[in-house]
């Protein structure tokens, strides 16, 4: 089961520091120019997420809530830029990624940052994870990569925090994979739209 905490809507007066500000300005040109380029289809898959809003969230929870572990995995990280800002706190940070293009774009990122985080071409979701899925067009769903844990040896449970951005609509699907997979007492960190960061913890 999920427990809901509530973030504060206080936490937007959590000034990031310059050097985070000028990531976070960097990390957004970066993807407009990649989104402008009309050489090559669009990624679709990929949207941008409040990256502040996250940095400040990430940051009130890490001082507020208890946690299991410092194994923090984002869920999807396209550009890297929230496994990045996660590899500036006290955290061991691991990013998987489904699509070549953007997990470049992403190890370019982190590279020219300097980031300390580990950045995996693969899947998400655990193996049997697909099952927990109402809606079969999920854009979560069909990748034909290899399993994400498998290339670290670990598993979901071995996290205590996982990052994701779901598009609308699967939200609930990402929240049933954690509860199924990921250990008690572990954190899910959902960016799901404007002003709008769940975080929910695993209860047994
Ligand atoms: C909405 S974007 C969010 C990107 C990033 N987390 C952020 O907040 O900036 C969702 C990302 O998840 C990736 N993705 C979707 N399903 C996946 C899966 N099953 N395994 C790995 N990556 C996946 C997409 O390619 C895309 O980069």
């Known amino acids: 089961m999920l427990e809901r905490i509530v973030i504060p809507s206080s936490v937007d007066r959590r000034t990031p520091p310059a050097e ?11 993807i407009e120019a990649f989104q402008d380029r009309w050489d090559r289809p669009q990624i679709e898959q990929f949207v941008a997420a409040d990256y502040e809003l996250v940095y400040q969230s990430l940051g009130w929870a ?3 809530q208890m946690l299991i572990g410092k194994r923090f995995l ?3 990280c396209g550009f890297a830029v929230v496994s990045a800002l996660a590899g500036t706190f006290d955290l061991d940070v691991i990013g998987i990624e489904a699509e070549p293009e953007l997990l470049a774009q992403g190890r370019r990122l982190v ?5 300390d985080v580990e950045l995996i071409h693969g899947n998400f979701l655990p193996r049997g ?12 769903l069909g990748h034909d990569v290899p399993c994400g844990y498998t290339a670290v040896g670990l598993e979901l449970d071995d996290f ?12 609930d699907f990402h929240e049933r994979v954690f509860d199924r997979y990921a250990s008690v007492g572990a954190l899910l960190m ?3 739209g404007p002003n709008d960061v769940r975080l929910w913890r695993k209860r047994g």
């Open 20 to 30: 985070i500000q000028l990531w976070i300005s960097d990390a957004r040109q970066r």
């Open 160 to 171: 205590a925090i996982v990052y994701s951005y779901p598009w609308p609509g699967e939200d």
């Open 74 to 76: 984002e869920w999807g």
């Open 62 to 64: 890490l001082e507020s």
């Open 111 to 115: 590279g020219e940052w300097n980031a």
């Open 129 to 140: 994870g697909e099952s927990l899925a109402d809606d079969p067009t999920l854009p979560s």
């Open 190 to 192: 959902q960016f799901c």
